[in-house]
T-cell receptor
Framework: GDSVTQMQGQVTLSEDDFLFINCTYSTTWYPTLFWYVQYPGEGPQLLLK?????NKGISRGFEATYDKGTTSFHLQKASVQESDSAVYYCVLALNSAGNKLTFGIGTRVLVRP | NAGVIQTPRHKVTGKGQEATLWCEPI?????VFWYRQTIVQGLEFLTYFRNQAPIDDSGMPKERFSAQMPNQSHSTLKIQSTQPQDSAVYLCASSFWGGNTGQLYFGEGSKLTVL
């Protein structure tokens, strides 16, 4: 069945460090992939979307791409700030409307000042 | 604009009691989703409605859990005979239908604790 696997449970960084989070996906359909972010006490919110392999999604300084050959997709940011501390989820859309979503387990990013 | 509103924010029940969680979607959104969030399992899809009709309840536990959407302005998730393993944050989300946007708008969640 359709699934996403997100391996990194927690990442601890200092401000201005480079962030890289990787996921793998499995689907028999053409994937539409997303990254969601969840801040403490809030629900998850859409960070960015990638619909075409090798094309970048870009939002708020974050970039994401996916690779059909390795069925992987990743999120990166060149220089993190303390305010980027949150849980980041890789997400796969499971229906043609693009809004039934399956979430990875999440990666907690802690950025120290 | 108000976002998705979930009530109560916190609910504590004793084992075997019933819990009902409420969700008010964003006005104009035609799809409503329920997810469950735990430390161990992460975010799990439960069910969703489109134009108030149940479309997919493949994530709902077969017993004790039910969801309804009696009108376009609210949905409920009911858990009968609650068990400690039902303790979780239950998240409701709404969206427009179609467009392949992946944009779900989540509420802040209802944290259920079963003692």
């Amino acid at each position: 069945g359709d699934s996403v696997t997100q391996m990194q449970g927690q990442v601890t960084l200092s401000e201005d460090d480079f962030l890289f989070i990787n996921c793998t996906y499995s689907t028999t359909w053409y994937p539409t992939l997303f990254w969601y972010v969840q801040y403490p006490g809030e629900g998850p919110q859409l960070l960015l979307k990638v619909t075409t392999a090798n094309n970048k999604g870009i939002s708020r300084g974050f970039e994401a791409t996916y690779d059909k050959g390795t069925t992987s997709f990743h999120l990166q940011k060149a220089s993190v700030q303390e305010s980027d501390s949150a849980v980041y989820y890789c997400v796969l859309a499971l229906n043609s409307a693009g809004n039934k979503l399956t979430f990875g387990i999440g990666t907690r990013v802690l950025v120290r000042p | 604009n108000a976002g998705v509103i979930q009530t109560p924010r916190h609910k504590v029940t004793g084992k075997g009691q019933e819990a009902t969680l409420w969700c008010e979607p964003i006005s104009g959104h035609s799809a409503v989703f329920w997810y469950r969030q735990t430390i161990v399992q992460g975010l799990e899809f439960l069910t969703y409605f489109r134009n108030q009709a149940p479309i997919d309840d493949s994530g709902m536990p077969k017993e004790r859990f039910s969801a309804q959407m009696p009108n376009q302005s609210h949905s409920t998730l009911k858990i009968q005979s609650t068990q400690p393993q039902d303790s979780a944050v239950y998240l409701c989300a709404s969206s427009f239908w179609g467009g392949n946007t992946g944009q779900l708008y989540f509420g802040e969640g209802s944290k259920l604790t079963v003692l």
